[in-house]
């Protein structure tokens, strides 16, 4: 079954009992602006719902326009409580970008000659030059001992099919010998052999 | 559930949707001119008044907490304006001495509704509890359990054991057929 998009005169009327969602509120608040005949079916509806309840009503008094020209000329603004708090919300918004900055610039400018130690051991020491590469094969250094527990675990179940490595077509790698990178790992020129 | 309403309402106004107030004030003209009739007489004064109290309710839109009903919010607005405005009238030299004796006249006829507004009132919730008698069942069933028992939807479906959709229809089915008598009344 198709659910009907509802007609505003419908929502007028389940607004009326509080059962409008807020979608359709919006909707009919729009149009109600927009269509005479559509105010002054809201304004029936009401005037009907006050007398069904021996609500006193003077049903001639029709209000002009003035108080919706005074509204559309006077759109509410909600008041800000305390406004000091958008200062404060600023400056700790610049605080915040100022030490991320500060904090992450060094990882990231090769100019920075930084001696921050990236792993537990104190003296390790990384100088932004690809050679510190070197200080990994060379040294062992401290890593979390669980974390390290639980690669060798993982390591350790891994099985290699030989066969399947045997015959395995060979990599394309022609195209990655002229790559830096492969030259820098493969060219024992620049690093001490193990 | 009319304090749903205007909450929604209200809320939307809150959000920056100042259109809604239209609604509120579309609702409750008619029962804050019959209080602001009660202070004054001439209609052209009580839509004065009136609309000021509408205006002074929007602008303090803000202050409205919810702990009391939107209408009796408004209703305490609309007797201050009122008798402000009474007060800063009888302020006023007058200009001769009949209008002096209308000031005093007004202020102490209170609860006082003028006969031609109340012989419409009457006829009019005739002409409306003859199209509630004349609705067919289902419709005047739904229509009922909502308006006279202030039932939700959700119950009434249970009630009527048919979708809640069905029910928003019935009640939107019924107010439109007797929204037609009363179109026909004021023409």
Known sequence: MVNK???DDEILSALLDGEATDFELRRVVSDVQKSEDLAEKWRRYALVQDIVHSREVRPSLALTSRVAEYIEN????????FPWMFGLAKLAISASVALTIVYSLPYLSPIFDDTRPVVSNPSFKVDNNIRSLEYLFNNEYEIDPAAKKRLDEYISRINFNEEATENALPLPIEALRDSPLYKLVNDKADFPSR | MSNDTDQQLVNRVLAGDSAAFNLLVLRYQSRIAVLVGRFIFDKAEIED????????????????RGDSSFYTWLHRIAVNTAKNYLIARSRRPPQNDVELDSAETIISLL????PAETYSTAELKMVIDSAIAGLPEDLRTAYTLREFHGMAYEDIMKVMTCPIGTVRSRIFRARELIDKKVKDFFI
């Not at chain 1, 006077?74 to 409580?81: D, G, L, M, V």
């Not at chain 2, 609309?51 to 602008?59: D, L, V």
């Open chain 1, 5 to 7: 998009v509802p007609t």
């Open chain 1, 74 to 81: 006077n759109p509410h603004k909600r008041k800000i409580e």
């Open chain 2, 49 to 64: 008044v009136c609309q000021e109290s509408f205006i002074k309710a929007y602008r303090a839109i803000e202050t409205f």
């Open chain 2, 111 to 114: 609860d006082c509704e003028g």
